[in-house]
């Protein structure tokens, strides 16, 4: 099944996960704004079965979490930006999940349920939502 993507359904699906005392680093990164970003860690994207972005374009993306330019222990260049627009429009979303994310016909984006799932099962645990630490940098 298809999910209207927004944060009140993503949070149901993949709850914001921040560190507490100890940093770790987001396993996903999602900017709910007008421009959607979806940013996941290449280890769990390696992890990932590959059907769900076979043919489609990720590209590189680099984060900074520290509180200042030389705190390079929190700088990372291992993760990757889905491109959520080359997914397709589909007019009926109760149709088989062929897609990871799909385009409604009033261009409203969606996720699919078994691909959260696959995402859970390749290692998503560390969500993180909108802003990645006060000093961040993407």
Same mark, same amino acid.
């Given at each position: 099944?298809?999910?209207?993507?927004?944060?009140?359904?993503?949070?149901?699906?993949?709850?914001?996960?921040?560190?507490?005392?100890?940093?770790?680093?987001?396993?996903?990164?999602?900017?709910?704004?007008?421009?959607?970003?979806?940013?996941?860690? !290449? #280890?769990?994207?390696?992890?990932?079965?590959?059907?769900?972005? =076979?043919?489609?374009?990720?590209? *590189?993306?680099?984060? $900074?979490?520290?509180?200042?330019?030389?705190?390079?222990?929190?700088?990372?260049?291992?993760?990757?930006?889905?491109?959520?627009?080359?997914?397709?429009?589909?007019?009926?979303?109760?149709? !088989? #999940?062929?897609?990871?994310?799909?385009?409604?016909?009033?261009? =409203?984006?969606?996720?699919?349920? *078994?691909?959260?799932? $696959?995402?859970?099962?390749?290692?998503?645990?560390?969500?993180?939502?909108?802003?990645?630490?006060?000093?961040?940098?993407?």
């Amino acid at each position: 099944m298809y999910i209207r993507f927004d944060r009140e359904n993503i949070s149901n699906l993949l709850p914001e996960n921040r560190p507490g005392i100890v940093f770790s680093n987001p396993d996903l990164f999602i900017v709910f704004d007008n421009s959607i970003r979806f940013v996941i860690w !290449e #280890e769990v994207l390696e992890k990932l079965n590959e059907y769900w972005l =076979e043919g489609k374009d990720v590209w *590189d993306s680099d984060f $900074d979490f520290g509180s200042h330019p030389d705190d390079y222990d929190r700088q990372f260049d291992d993760y990757k930006t889905i491109e959520l627009l080359q997914f397709p429009t589909i007019t009926n979303l109760d149709t !088989e #999940e062929k897609h990871a994310f799909a385009f409604n016909g009033n261009n =409203e984006l969606y996720i699919s349920e *078994d691909f959260v799932k $696959d995402l859970k099962s390749a290692g998503c645990v560390d969500v993180w939502y909108d802003t990645t630490a006060p000093y961040g940098r993407y």
